[in-house]
């Protein structure tokens, strides 16, 4: 069992910054990639970023990249995602994810392929 716990959504304008986190719990942390997907109301959930296992490769989606940086620290069991330069399009729920059979990353990751979902947290951008 894997409990993840995001925080850091908010309000934000148009061209400002936002850090979320996700606290993860119960199995060994630094065995499995870690990533962020969201859902914006009407949408499917989508993906957004993904980090190994070590935090030595990363993906993005194109609509984020340049844009959103994904890090872990595995001393604190925590997986954060920077977001700068947001858009009204990137209003959404972000939701942290754990991949168990997963240790590094190349290419973005299916939501079908994700074994453990964080509660969510609310991202608005005002334009």
């Known amino acids: 069992q894997v409990q993840l716990v995001e925080s850091g959504g908010g309000l934000v304008q148009a061209g400002g910054s936002l850090r979320l986190s996700c606290a993860a719990s119960g199995r060994t942390f630094s065995s499995y990639a870690m990533g962020w997907f969201r859902q914006a109301p009407g949408k499917e959930r989508e993906f957004v970023a993904a980090i190994s296992w070590s935090g030595g490769s990363t993906a993005y989606a194109d609509s984020v990249k340049g844009r959103f940086t994904i890090s872990r620290n595995n001393a604190k069991n925590t997986v954060y995602l920077q977001m700068n330069s947001l858009k009204p399009d990137d209003t959404a729920v972000y939701y942290c994810?754990?991949?168990?059979?997963?240790?590094?990353?190349?290419?973005?990751?299916?939501?079908?392929?994700?074994?453990?979902w964080g509660q969510g947290t609310q991202v608005t951008v005002s334009s």
């Open positions: 994810a754990a991949d168990l059979s997963r240790r590094t990353v190349v290419a973005g990751i299916s939501p079908y392929d994700i074994d453990y």
